[in-house]
């Protein structure tokens, strides 16, 4: 690994400066959610999704259920609503599919300029299960590797906190 400079600050030497993060009002949560679904649907699909959204909020109804459960969880949790005794359990720890693409939407690539043409046209870069080629599990153990140099990196807090003049963020 390439030689690191000594951050001046450690990695979490920050955590106790900052705020609890908010429970989003469930309001907030659905429009953003239907403002998210807008250029997706067409009227018909995005209609329907309203009026789904619209019975969730429902006045005793299973939105406000659950967004009273959120609450708790952000009243017993030590820092905030997404403190890792909990999402870290559920997101990533208990499910049992691919998280890497299922769960961690900032986890999405690029085509590799290095990926071989026959990707692209063979039955449409589709293989069969079990079937890997020599550029796959390259691609896979360097993935791999970075994944685990990232890891070293955040342990031993080298990597500096990110910070404005007046806040840690």
Known sequence: MASQRIPEYKTFSNQHKLPKLPVPSLEETIA???KSLRPLLS???FARNES???D???P???GQLLQQRLLDVDRIAPHNWLDDTWWIKKAYLEWRVSVAVNSNWYFLFIDDANTPREYFTANNGIRSRGNFSE???KRSAHLISKMLEYKDLL???RIPPDVTRAYPL
Do not use: W
């Open 155 to 157: 342990d031993s807090e």
């Open 43 to 45: 009227d018909a699909d």
């Open 52 to 54: 789904y959204a619209k």
């Open 32 to 34: 953003k959610y239907l």
């Open 56 to 58: 969730f909020l429902r």
């Open 135 to 137: 550029f796959q599990i």
């Open 60 to 62: 005793n109804g299973l």
